[in-house]
């Protein structure tokens, strides 16, 4: 959809296990970015990206790390998996240039249970 | 400290009515504004945009207003048609060069039939 995906769609894992999502892009977008989902909190800006191998954080990165080794694959690892990040992750990508009103492109999201 | 407030966390209109959504910030130094529109189990899709030189911004039945004064922004749907049952999204931005959006909390809006 739109060349954003997410792997994978749903995930369960345990306690204190890593864990790894994906998203790939084919639109040669320079920015992405990783979301989560969470009833009352909306969205929140976990890492983003603003070219290969240049991430940053966003507002709730703890337990969270991101590679960018490639412009089309950004990858979110939960270190260390936690019931607090139960949530539904979502990748986004924009392009480098145009206003801001452009806004993103979000992927249809993974949905990971921790138990 | 929630920087995009939605304080409306449901809203029901009858089909062929407006629709307002709500929409609060209190950054000042934010200057490009959108709304999102989320069906369960798909991704939000982009909806409209304003920036902050304008008040109202339209695209068919949808139209958005701003307040910078009042840090306050609104989605109209008119009319509503039962399709537009989703939950909104508003977003803000400044220009910080990275594109990076802070989300509200979502208001759910039913169009009853």
């Known amino acids: 959809d739109a060349g954003i995906t997410q792997s994978p769609r749903h995930k369960v894992t345990e306690t204190g296990t890593p864990v790894t999502l994906r998203c790939h892009q084919t639109?040669?977008?320079?920015?992405m970015y990783w979301y989560r989902q969470d009833p009352g909190h909306g969205l929140r800006l976990i890492h983003y990206?603003?070219?290969?191998?240049?991430?940053d954080k966003g507002e709730v990165s703890d337990g969270y790390s991101v590679s960018r080794s490639k412009t089309e694959d950004f990858l979110l690892t939960l270190e260390s998996a936690t019931s607090s990040q139960t949530s539904v992750y979502f990748c986004?990508?924009?392009?480098?240039?145009?206003?801001?009103?452009?806004?993103?492109?979000f992927g249809s999201g993974t949905r990971l249970t921790v138990v | 400290d929630q920087q995009v407030k939605q304080n409306s966390p449901s809203l029901s209109v009858q089909e062929g009515r407006i629709s307002i959504l709500n929409c609060d910030y209190t950054?000042?130094?934010?200057?490009?504004f959108l709304w999102y529109k989320k069906y369960p189990a798909e991704g939000p899709t982009f909806l409209i945009s304003?920036?902050?030189?304008?008040d109202k911004n339209e695209d068919g039945r949808f139209t958005v207003f701003l307040n910078k004064s009042a840090k306050h922004l609104s989605l109209h749907i008119v009319p509503s048609q039962p399709g537009d049952s989703a939950v909104y999204f508003c977003?803000?931005?400044?220009?910080?060069?990275?594109?990076?959006?802070?989300f509200g909390t979502g208001t759910r809006l039913k169009v009853l039939a």
């Open positions: 977003a803000a931005s400044s220009r910080s060069g990275t594109y990076k959006y802070i």
């Open positions: 986004a990508i924009r392009p480098g240039q145009g206003d801001l009103g452009y806004g993103y492109t």
């Open positions: 990206s603003y070219g290969v191998k240049d991430t």
């Open positions: 304003i920036s902050s030189i304008k």
């Open positions: 639109e040669n977008h320079r920015y």
């Open positions: 950054n000042s130094m934010f200057d490009y």
